[in-house]
């Protein structure tokens, strides 16, 4: 199994949220906040530079195939952090919301996101195993954090190769 089905078959809110900030955290550093509380008004991580507040979502099976779920998990932090931002509790410039889970969204859900993003004057975009796997993999230092997502997979068996063209007497060759 690779580090993409690894990554969707989380269904631990907490280690799905931890594994979030430490992706986060080592692609953007410096630049991303975690946010601790679990009374989060709508907002699980920001990136401070691009105004991005993250929704972290990690729904357990059944759960995860039914889209209800997602629309409500979706509807109800938009409308805490635009509450939240309105009576002043947060206080931060939004301009992006994103919206990440560890399983694949369908375009139903996608378009349910942009549309009630908009609503509150934010652009959107989801983020799922596929991308965090991609994130994951560039920072090598967290598959020491996160075994259970590379366990048994042998990422220091890829050879190495190296050409060299050298010089004989009376002949060129490549060494391989």
Known sequence: MNVYARIRKIEDPIEFKRFVNAVFASAHPGNFQPVKEWKDSGVDGYLKKEKTVLAVYCPTY?????????????TSDVRKLRDALKEGKVRMTVKVWAFVTPDDLPIEIINY???????????????????????????????QQFPNITAGIQMDKVPSVSVNFGRRARSKAIEI
Do not use: C, N
């Open 113 to 143: 996101i942009d549309r009630k993003t908009h609503e509150a004057g934010w652009k959107s975009y989801a983020l799922t195993a596929e991308v965090l796997a991609q994130m994951f993999m560039t920072h090598k230092h967290l598959r």
């Open 62 to 74: 059944p759960e995860r195939t039914k889209l209800e779920q997602y629309k409500e998990k979706i």
